[in-house]
């Protein structure tokens, strides 16, 4: 283009269109290189264009070459998506909406920042409406925007946001969110601006090119988040480069009764199961489910509301995990009964789910008894078998098994608490509302988490079952008060209480337990068969 500034080729935006199925993920992250192997494989996948990991230190640092290849890297990049949607960003008759999403060459779920509903602001939802003709998913993700940026951009907390959702819910006698009817949704749009400005010490920027740059310089900047830092350290991660920043042109699952957002497994990662093991939430985005500040529904609720699309994703579950020869853990959006790809990567798994799988992979011909064997060359024996407590209980509730095991250990209730508990040698049950992957130091010494709220298929569940911990999800004889004291049923649950939660079943216990272990004896003969065999 005549006048365009020169850009290094090493930071070009990489169109992401099906054509390339082989990206490196060094260069533009495991998301999007897995986008494009999806778009090859004839997926769904929504149009979308890549930022490197190589300028994501730059970025970083305030560099000058750094920031002008980013701030034309987008300028060039929004024009192809302009040319594939036929949509224009900033455009107050059919305005592109966009996601902008992190990336590192290997999967650090929930770890760095996403931005989505880019591009929206006073005249664009507007035209939004106009498009669509649904005035309540239009105003329902404008608020969303603004508390996504004001919260990823400008660091600000939920709080506040979340205390002007409530009142609207109270002030419209609705009993959720999404009982909320256009009039309401644009009210607390307008609410949720006003609280943006005051948090931020600035309002939300109208211009969409100044709402993309920040949320990608945003992204970038998570990269040093302390929660990065400290999950690339568990998992020694520390050689990666940086994330890069994907650029996604927008699809709604909160688009009505037809749409939604989930998260499935192509096999169980808590048991290695072969039936698809998803978790669904209708008329939501994609946030609403990895967050865990909401609880979905199950695999039979998706395939209960929308049949064709559950044999759709169960179709390209089945696809990838042949191709990727692996369990591939995936996100998807439902846009008036269509069926889009986000994401797909190898699942986190717990180390039962390790040797069962490897197993069964090997006896479908996807993978060498050679390959089994590497798969499980770090698995603890003493972990990988099926735990369960001594004797019989009563359970003081239930709740989601979102990682199988059992403990039994003292419950805290904030990540600084479990730690010291951990450092003095007690065994510490993390005990949460929600759980989110800002709590991963909590995380990594606890040796089990009950929340109150969330899926199985939450980030933090997602780490929580990778670290081998026991968790369950939604319970809701789990209560908290404003000033942080816990109920657990009728009765107070305090700091140190003793706990016990049973990942296969679900139930959680007053009190401390004795704990059996059964071995995988099936799985283990098979692979000292494939030992002795390449021996």
């Not at 060039?76 to 909406?97: C, H, N, V, W, Y």
């Not at 590192?104 to 602001?121: E, I, K």
């Not at 979102?402 to 040698?425: I, K, L, P, R, Y």
Request: some cysteine; hydrophobic content about 45%.
């Amino acid at each position: 283009m005549s006048g365009a500034p020169h850009l290094n080729p090493d930071y070009a935006p990489i169109v992401i269109d099906g054509a390339d199925a082989t990206l490196d993920p060094a260069c533009v992250g495991s998301k999007a290189a897995m986008l494009a192997r999806m778009a090859a494989l004839g997926l769904r996948v929504p149009p979308a264009f890549v930022l490197p990991t190589g300028l994501c230190r730059g970025v970083n640092e305030g560099k000058h070459a750094a920031e002008q290849a980013l701030a034309e890297g987008l300028r060039r990049g929004i024009r192809t998506l302009e040319a594939t949607t036929g949509r224009k960003f900033g455009d107050s008759r059919r305005p592109l909406l966009v996601s902008v999403r992190s990336g590192a060459a290997r999967s650090m779920p929930g770890m760095l920042s996403t931005v989505l509903d880019v591009g929206l602001n006073a005249e664009t939802v507007l035209g939004l409406i106009r498009t669509t003709g649904n005035p309540r998913m239009a105003w329902d993700t404008y608020r969303r925007f603004i508390q996504g940026y004001a919260e990823v951009v400008g660091e600000a907390p939920a709080g506040p946001f979340e205390a002007a959702l409530d009142v609207m819910i109270k002030a419209e006698n609705a009993a959720g969110e999404t009982e909320l009817d256009p009039e309401a949704l644009e009210r607390l749009a307008r609410d949720m601006l006003t609280v943006a400005a005051v948090q931020l010490g600035k309002p939300v920027p109208a211009d969409p090119m100044e709402q993309l740059l920040s949320a990608a310089r945003a992204v970038y900047r998570s990269w040093n988040s302390a929660r990065a830092q400290e999950y690339r350290r568990l998992n020694k991660l520390e050689n990666l480069d940086g994330t890069a920043v994907t650029v996604q042109a927008m699809v709604f699952g909160n688009s009505g009764g037809r749409s939604g957002a989930g998260v499935a497994f192509s096999r169980s990662p808590v048991t290695g199961d072969k039936p698809l093991y998803a978790d669904f939430l209708a008329d939501a985005q994609g946030e609403d489910v990895v967050s865990g500040r909401r609880t979905p529904a199950g695999a039979d609720e998706l395939r209960r509301r929308l049949p064709e699309v559950f044999a759709a994703l169960e179709a390209g579950a089945e696809r990838l995990e042949r191709e990727l020869n692996d369990i591939q853990d995936i996100e998807f959006t439902v846009e008036d009964g269509e069926l889009y790809f986000l994401q797909t990567r190898s699942a986190k798994r717990t180390p039962r789910a390790v040797l069962r799988t490897a197993v069964d992979l090997v006896r479908e011909g996807l993978i060498t008894p050679a390959e089994g064997l590497r798969r499980v060359a770090e698995v603890d024996l003493d972990r990988a078998g099926v735990m369960r407590f001594e004797g019989d209980a009563e359970a003081a509730a239930t709740a989601v098994p979102a990682s199988s095991g059992v403990v039994s250990g003292q419950a805290a209730f904030d990540a600084e608490t479990a730690a010291s508990m951990a450092a003095a040698g007690q065994v510490v049950v993390l005990v949460r509302r929600d759980i989110s992957t800002a709590d991963i130091a909590g995380l990594a010494v606890a040796e089990g988490v009950l929340t109150a709220v969330g899926g199985r298929t939450a980030h933090a569940a997602v780490v929580a079952r990778q670290l081998g911990k026991a968790c369950l999800v939604g319970c809701t004889a789990l209560a908290f008060a404003a000033d942080g004291s816990a109920l657990l049923g009728d009765a107070p649950l305090a700091s140190g209480d003793w706990l016990s939660l049973d990942g296969e079943t679900g139930e959680v216990f007053r009190g401390r337990r004795s704990i059996v272990v059964e071995r995988p004896r099936a799985e283990i003969t098979e692979i000292e068969r494939w030992r002795a065999a390449a021996s």
